[in-house]
């Protein structure tokens, strides 16, 4: 740990959008939606809601984060992990502290979740510092061919990861073949999560209710570089939005390690009740060590 750095980050509370003269997308069955909850202040989404409680688009389980400089932006989603600190800098939120809990694409947003007070309080254009680490991290006790990526060193340790006679097995509550990976693939992981494109009745579920912050794991996918299919490759990740109608779009998968079979072993355990299924959870959140807030 010694030898990590850290960078403070700005972003600013992204309003809800649409495209111009646009009001609604074409679902699946095409069809018209209005694509409610897809960015800005979302209030009610939670960790451990399912993904598919909601009749929304992309919903997330906070505040979604950007920078109007285009640059300044990509930094900032390059750089913040999942478990980082983050803290509100203006409007009549100042002073809240809060985690981010994921990123999801379209140019690049981080999502960090806050108490129920708090994003009641926020307001599109309201200033939060995100305390950057763990890109670039290498645990010293995990195979060398492992990669890990959007995760806070700290969280990581939180997390159901053993490693024995070489091999690290990571606890998730489900693993997915790579054909349901969707809008993302081709995109750098370090910005983007990749959808997933499942519905409540997918086979490739088999019955799991998936839940926002859960932990999965994807065959064949590698995303080290651009995300894309190689054989035998397992790429572990985080559910960090919910589902959506638009085809080839759904639930975000948000990578956090990547590496060939033989040394990366997923191990599908959902867990009998909520404390014990592998998960990004309040309580894992708070295993990360607060930043100063002066």
């Known amino acids: 740990m010694s030898s990590i750095i850290a960078n403070n980050l700005l972003g600013f509370v992204e309003h809800a959008g649409l495209t111009p003269m646009v009001s609604y997308r074409i679902d699946r069955d095409g069809h018209p939606y209005v694509p409610v909850g897809d960015g800005g202040v979302v209030l009610g989404v939670h960790l451990g809601d399912s993904v598919f409680a909601t009749d929304t688009d992309h919903a997330a389980p906070g505040v979604t984060l950007v920078h109007p400089d285009p640059g300044s932006r990509f930094g900032l989603t390059s750089f913040a992990c999942v478990g980082n600190r983050a803290t509100v800098r203006s409007g ?169 079979r033989r040394v990366l072993q997923p191990r599908a355990t959902p867990g009998e009740s909520a404390a014990e299924r592998p998960a990004l959870t309040s309580e894992r959140l708070a295993a990360v060590a607060p930043w100063p807030t002066a």
């Not at 994921?102 to 129920?116: L, P, Q």
């Not at 992981?189 to 209710?209: N, R």
């Not at 651009?226 to 790429?235: A, E, H, L, V």
Request: hydrophobic content about 45%; proline content about 8%; some cysteine.
């Open 92 to 260: 009549a939120a100042t002073g809240a502290t809060g985690s981010v809990v994921g990123k999801r694409g379209e140019a690049g947003r981080v999502i960090v979740s806050f108490d129920d007070e708090t994003m009641a309080a926020l307001l599109p254009g309201d200033r939060i510092a995100v305390h950057a680490m763990g890109q670039g991290y290498e645990r010293a006790d995990l195979p060398e061919e492992i990669v890990l990526l959007n995760i806070d060193p700290a969280l990581l340790d939180a997390l159901p990861v053993t490693v024995d006679a070489g091999v690290a097995t990571v606890d998730v509550v489900g693993v997915l073949p790579s054909k349901v990976a969707g809008n993302g693939i081709g995109r750098p992981a370090h910005q983007w999560d990749v959808d997933l494109a499942v519905t409540p009745d997918s086979p490739e579920l088999d019955g799991i209710d998936m839940r926002l912050g859960d932990l999965f794991a994807v065959e064949h996918l590698d995303v080290r570089h651009n995300m894309g299919f190689r054989r035998d490759w397992i790429t572990v990740g985080i559910i960090v939005h919910g589902g959506s109608p638009m085809p080839g779009h759904g639930p975000g998968f948000l990578p956090i390690a990547c590496g060939p």
